[in-house]
């Protein structure tokens, strides 16, 4: 992906219009992730929204030496939303939660939002063994090291990284990418 | 490891989640750059990911315009001017910085600078007091001259030159009252190195020199005239060039100027 480089550079130049580019394909993933972690929609846009200006502000500070954009999106991404689970505003409204994981929220779904392949991926994890939900819960969602990870579920640390790939391996195999 | 085995070990995967370290990230990075088989693998595990974060998001629909006019303020406004005001402030402090730093060093400078000229004023302030203080005494002593040398009982002997020096001359001031003698001896040539003039008071009658003392200053001596003690019933006066330090008698060889009472 040539084109995605440059429009990375762009952006690290302040071209809006790259950013743009760059905003629609990964804006639903990052409130995806915000989402699981706020567990409220509404905080989820908002969190949302201010990681893409956040990013916006430090674009400066991206390398692709340090890893990929949309990783780097991520990073942002889960700090905020997990500073904003630290705030007062979210232990008032936390008793109103009812999903615990990105799995229960995806169950829940009654969305035929078609640009994101919900009904497959319902479908998907609703036949996925315990250990991967955890497993993509921790390290996609909650941003865990594979050593966090590995003493959360009490599984060996290399086996975190091939169960893990199994895992997405499956995903893959449904999703056809 | 081969690409095969690499793939398969899962590192591919923990690096789009953000779960490697610091090392680790530049590692498969460089690993990427060498090898483009990777890279579409690394790719396609992204998409799946995307996906499958996205199926996580709610009903809400996100629009890019929402954020982009906070971009454009963030851009053309806000960030423009915080960074004008930092870089406005960090010249003026490191301007600041430099005009203290230099006005320090010229101070300290100039005060040494002072210090010094004060302390060569001081010096020549001295040297003036020196003078002016040398110029009263060589005015007092002058007066003081002059008058003994009207006195009415001050005797004036003239010395002439002698067989040895024949342009020598020297004239004593005789006061009686003090017992003191007053030489003249301008008309004396520098005595060579190793020598002295003797002064000697003589009676004629049997021919009896006395000596008054040796001439030891006259080089530093500028006006040339001494002050000498003379208890004798003098009726000459006599003076010679003699070895340093003087001789018991006069070296009658070496008697540069003479001169009788006349009275």
Known sequence: MKDQSQLILQFQQKDVKAYEKLYNLYCNSISGVVNNIVK?????????????IKAWNKADTYSAKKGRFFTWLLN??????????????????????SADFFVDILESSSSLD??????????????????????IELLYFKGFTQKEASEELNIPLGTIKTRNRTCIGELRTMLGV | MNTKDYIASGILELYIAGSLSEKENEEVYAAIQENPELLVEVESIEKAILQLT?????????????????????????????????????YVGWAAAFILGSTLILSVLQNNKLKEQL???????????????????????????????????????????????????AKVYWDKKTESIYLDAKGLPEPPKGKVYQVWSLTLDPLTPTSLGTLDSFIADTNKIFTITNANQSEAFGITLEPEGGSLSPTLEQLYTLGAISS
Do not use: H, M
């Open chain 1, 40 to 52: 409220n929609d509404d905080v989820a846009q908002e969190i949302t929204q201010d990681v893409f």
């Open chain 2, 54 to 90: 996205a199926a996580a998001k709610k009903d809400a629909s996100y629009s890019f315009e929402n954020i982009k006019n906070k971009l454009k303020v963030e851009e053309t406004k806000v960030i423009s001017i915080t960074k004008l005001q930092t870089n406005w402030k960090q």
């Open chain 1, 114 to 135: 078609s640009e994101t392949n919900t009904i497959g991926l319902k479908e998907f994890v609703t036949k996925l063994g315990e250990t991967c939900k955890s497993v």
């Open chain 1, 76 to 97: 942002i991404a889960r700090n905020a939303a997990i500073d904003y689970t630290r705030s007062k505003k979210f232990k008032q409204s936390k008793q109103n939660l």
């Open chain 2, 119 to 169: 302390a060569s004023e001081n010096s020549e302030k001295e040297l003036l007091e020196a003078q002016i203080d040398s110029a009263s005494t060589n005015l007092a002593s002058a007066e003081k001259l002059i008058e003994i040398f009207r006195g009415k009982d001050i005797i004036s002997v003239p010395l002439g030159g002698q067989a040895v020096s024949p342009n020598s001359y």
